[in-house]
């Protein structure tokens, strides 16, 4: 790992115009690969070469890495700043290294914020509301002790500073409608109205957790509540009555430098890109095996049977750091384009979570109407293979909530798959999958229990043999697919993004 290590050190401090640094210095003897030789890359060759007990064998030695996480985090992690992230990073770069010069390599290092919380309390009146949780990102409280104050209602959606109480005592905690604004400006409006604490209820059914997105020198401990747990505040709020809280959270949030892996076929269209991305890092909370541990791994997978092949159109697999924390590494790399190397992509495929327990065969619902064009041309590549092999598939909504959002943004069409996250699965969804309706499609989404025992393999098996299929098509031809003409795009704007990555802004 020192290899990898002292690269991402060096990088630190690069040029910001050197978008991809290379991972090793290539020697004289590695020239550009004669494919020539290779037969040409077919969907039905690279769909057969993927088997389950491989994926499985991977998924075996990621959990491995994530043990590394244990002496800092006292429980397995691949969170971006622990060693089970960078013991990730170096089991992808090394993997891909030892398959020759079939691909160049590059990475990509930028600072990161990173946050973990390890434990929060809060009571409001004589009661702990019972769906309390702390935002992501939330700095601790004062001294991390506890702090108490009086709890007082915020006006409107507590956006403005005009929504704030003036006259408050000396210590008090914000109760502030969700809507409007992101956490992260309601926590900063809160700390700058003096409050102590920040407590966020739900303006809709169902508990809340998000993030507070970048630091801000005004954030303070932030909660978030349910709609339901809150109505017994606001009754007696509204009513003059005085509810003494206290609340308490331990937390850090700290930058840490971390790494994108970007590994290019060196044969095919350099002009014309397929590109495909999985994110390397888990969340704090444990190993995150199925996510993303299963998009990752199945790339890797992929890449490693492609070189077997010839292409015609380059094949570009990139690894993202920081998605758990919003995106942060796919953000990032779309940022550093050239409007010349963005157009090279022709499209751009997201792989996160492919093996959820209570799975359903989920597609973006990525409409050409309101996404660059191409991207619904993608959706319907998923949807012909499902339906060519008889098996039933949904629609998801293509909100925001993984690596896909940046290249969308600036005009590079997209898509993917999925098998579903903290949603419930619906009678209906049941009958079509199998599975338990009403409970999550991964039980353990987020949690310690997200090991490999928390893989469904056969769709594990199957959703790679559709991203198989989807980079087989597009590396052998465009023919049909919209050409590249801008990086950018008129989006029909349906209100503000509750979504930047898995946990929700506002």
Same mark, same amino acid.
């Given at each position: 790992?020192?290899?990898?290590?002292?690269?991402? +050190?060096?990088?630190?401090?690069?040029?910001?115009?050197?978008?991809?640094?290379?991972?090793?210095?290539?020697?004289?003897?590695?020239?550009?690969?004669?494919?020539?030789?290779?037969?040409?890359?077919?969907?039905?060759?690279?769909? +057969?070469?993927?088997?389950?007990?491989?994926?499985?064998?991977?998924?075996?030695?990621?959990?491995?890495?994530?043990?590394?996480?244990?002496?800092?985090?006292?429980?397995?992690?691949?969170?971006?700043?622990?060693?089970?992230?960078?013991?990730?990073?170096?089991?992808?770069?090394?993997?891909?290294?030892?398959?020759?010069?079939?691909?160049?390599?590059?990475?990509?290092?930028?600072?990161?914020?990173?946050?973990?919380?390890?434990?929060?309390?809060?009571?409001?009146?004589?009661?702990?509301?019972?769906?309390?949780?702390?935002?992501?990102?939330?700095?601790?409280?004062?001294?991390?002790?506890?702090?108490?104050?009086?709890?007082?209602?915020?006006?409107?959606?507590?956006?403005?500073?005009?929504?704030?109480?003036?006259?408050?005592?000396?210590?008090?905690?914000?109760?502030?409608?969700?809507?409007?604004?992101?956490?992260?400006?309601?926590?900063?409006?809160?700390?700058?109205?003096?409050?102590?604490?920040?407590?966020?209820?739900?303006?809709?059914?169902?508990?809340?957790?998000?993030?507070?997105?970048?630091?801000?020198?005004?954030?303070?401990?932030?909660?978030?509540?349910?709609?339901?747990?809150?109505?017994?505040?606001?009754?007696?709020?509204?009513?003059?009555?005085?509810?003494?809280?206290?609340?308490?959270?331990?937390?850090?949030?700290?930058?840490?430098?971390?790494?994108?892996?970007?590994?290019?076929?060196?044969?095919?269209?350099?002009?014309?890109?397929?590109?495909?991305?999985?994110?390397?890092?888990?969340?704090?909370?444990?190993?995150?095996?199925?996510?993303?541990?299963?998009?990752?791994?199945?790339?890797?997978?992929?890449?490693?049977?492609?070189?077997?092949?010839?292409?015609?159109?380059?094949?570009?697999?990139?690894?993202?750091?920081?998605?758990?924390?919003?995106?942060?590494?796919?953000?990032?790399?779309?940022?550093?384009?050239?409007?010349?190397?963005?157009?090279?992509?022709?499209?751009?495929?997201?792989?996160?979570?492919?093996?959820?327990?209570?799975?359903?065969?989920?597609?973006?619902?990525?409409?050409?109407?309101?996404?660059?064009?191409?991207?619904?041309?993608?959706?319907?590549?998923?949807?012909?293979?499902?339906?060519?092999?008889?098996?039933?598939?949904?629609?998801?909504?293509?909100?925001?909530?993984?690596?896909?959002?940046?290249?969308?943004?600036?005009?590079?069409?997209?898509?993917?798959?999925?098998?579903?996250?903290?949603?419930?699965?619906?009678?209906?969804?049941?009958?079509?999958?199998?599975?338990?309706?009403?409970?999550?499609?991964?039980?353990?989404?987020?949690?310690?229990?997200?090991?490999?025992?928390?893989?469904?393999?056969?769709?594990?098996?199957?959703?790679?043999?559709?991203?198989?299929?989807?980079?087989?098509?597009?590396?052998?031809?465009?023919?049909?697919?919209?050409?590249?003409?801008?990086?950018?795009?008129?989006?029909?704007?349906?209100?503000?993004?509750?979504?930047?990555?898995?946990?929700?802004?506002?």
């Amino acid at each position: 790992m020192a290899r990898l290590l002292s690269l991402i +050190a060096l990088s630190a401090v690069a040029s910001a115009s050197q978008i991809q640094q290379p991972l090793h210095e290539s020697s004289s003897s590695q020239t550009a690969i004669n494919t020539n030789s290779k037969p040409l890359v077919s969907t039905e060759a690279i769909q +057969a070469d993927i088997k389950s007990k491989n994926l499985l064998k991977r998924a075996k030695k990621l959990f491995e890495i994530a043990q590394l996480g244990v002496d800092e985090y006292n429980h397995p992690t691949r969170v971006i700043g622990s060693e089970g992230h960078l013991g990730t990073l170096e089991y992808i770069y090394s993997t891909l290294d030892a398959l020759g010069d079939y691909y160049t390599l590059s990475n990509q290092t930028f600072n990161a914020v990173v946050g973990n919380v390890f434990e929060y309390r809060l009571v409001l009146g004589d009661k702990e509301p019972e769906s309390t949780q702390a935002m992501s990102l939330t700095p601790p409280t004062p001294n991390k002790d506890v702090v108490f104050g009086q709890l007082l209602f915020v006006e409107n959606e507590g956006c403005h500073a005009s929504d704030y109480p003036t006259d408050t005592p000396d210590k008090w905690i914000a109760f502030i409608r969700r809507g409007s604004c992101s956490f992260g400006h309601k926590s900063a409006a809160a700390g700058k109205a003096g409050a102590v604490a920040a407590v966020v209820y739900n303006n809709e059914k169902g508990s809340l957790s998000g993030t507070l997105g970048q630091p801000d020198k005004h954030h303070i401990a932030t909660f978030g509540i349910s709609h339901k747990d809150a109505q017994e505040y606001l009754q007696d709020l509204k009513a003059g009555k005085n509810i003494t809280s206290s609340a308490y959270i331990d937390a850090i949030v700290r930058n840490t430098g971390t790494t994108n892996i970007i590994a290019q076929t060196k044969g095919g269209d350099q002009e014309n890109c397929v590109m495909l991305g999985g994110h390397s890092d888990s969340v704090s909370e444990g190993p995150g095996i199925n996510d993303d541990g299963t998009g990752s791994l199945t790339l890797l997978e992929i890449a490693t049977h492609l070189t077997k092949y010839s292409v015609n159109n380059c094949v570009r697999f990139a690894w993202w750091a920081g998605e758990e924390e919003g995106l942060l590494g796919s953000d990032y790399y779309v940022s550093q384009l050239t409007e010349s190397e963005n157009l090279k992509i022709r499209l751009f495929m997201d792989y996160d979570m492919l093996a959820s327990p209570n799975y359903a065969y989920q597609v973006y619902n990525a409409t050409d109407a309101a996404n660059p064009v191409g991207s619904e041309e993608l959706r319907d590549l998923y949807t012909d293979w499902y339906e060519a092999h008889g098996l039933n598939y949904t629609y998801i909504p293509f909100d925001g909530r993984s690596d896909y959002d940046a290249f969308i943004k600036n005009g590079i069409p997209g898509g993917g798959i999925a098998t579903g996250a903290e949603g419930v699965k619906t009678k209906e969804e049941e009958e079509m999958f199998g599975g338990t309706a009403g409970q999550w499609f991964d039980p353990c989404y987020h949690q310690l229990c997200d090991t490999v025992d928390n893989l469904a393999l056969e769709a594990w098996e199957l959703n790679t043999k559709l991203v198989a299929h989807s980079v087989a098509t597009y590396a052998v031809s465009f023919k049909g697919f919209p050409k590249r003409t801008s990086v950018k795009y008129s989006a029909i704007e349906d209100g503000p993004t509750r979504f930047h990555g898995p946990k929700l802004v506002m």
